[in-house]
């Protein structure tokens, strides 16, 4: 007598039989049920690590950008305030000498 793939004999090494026969298809539906998992699983974590990976270089690509703007502006800045402070030296000590020579000459 079969009963959904178990064979109900008298006879206990029969049933031991049959159920290991029942069993090795279940066994291989659970193995390609746990590979196609692990496919699908691999295949997010892929995504996951490519839309990381992406996520991670444009943040680096706007630090790189902000560095370098900040940059060249102080670089602006700094020349700007340069040449301020160079011309403001400069007539300070024109207008210095030319009192000195007025004062001596007066």
Do not use: D, F, Y
């Given at each position: 007598?079969?009963?959904?793939?178990?064979?109900?004999t008298?006879?206990?090494?029969?049933?031991?039989?049959?159920?290991?026969?029942?069993?090795?298809?279940?066994?291989?539906?659970?193995?390609?049920?746990?590979?196609?998992?692990?496919?699908?699983?691999?295949?997010?974590?892929?995504?996951?690590?490519?839309?990381?990976?992406?996520?991670?270089?444009?943040?680096?690509?706007?630090?790189?950008?902000?560095?370098?703007?900040?940059?060249?502006?102080?670089?602006?800045?700094?020349?700007?305030?340069?040449?301020?402070?160079?011309?403001?030296?400069?007539?300070?000590?024109?207008?210095?000498?030319?009192?000195r020579?007025s004062?001596?000459?007066?």
């Open positions: 007598m079969r009963w959904s793939g178990i064979e109900l008298t006879s206990r090494s029969h049933v031991r039989r049959a159920n290991h026969s029942a069993t090795l298809p279940l066994l291989l539906v659970v193995v390609i049920v746990l590979v196609a998992a692990a496919a699908a699983t691999t295949t997010v974590v892929a995504a996951v690590v490519v839309a990381a990976t992406v996520v991670v270089v444009a943040v680096v690509v706007v630090v790189v950008v902000v560095v370098v703007v900040v940059v060249v502006v102080v670089v602006v800045v700094v020349v700007v305030v340069v040449r301020v402070v160079v011309v403001v030296v400069v007539v300070v000590v024109v207008v210095v000498l030319v009192i020579n004062v001596k000459s007066g």
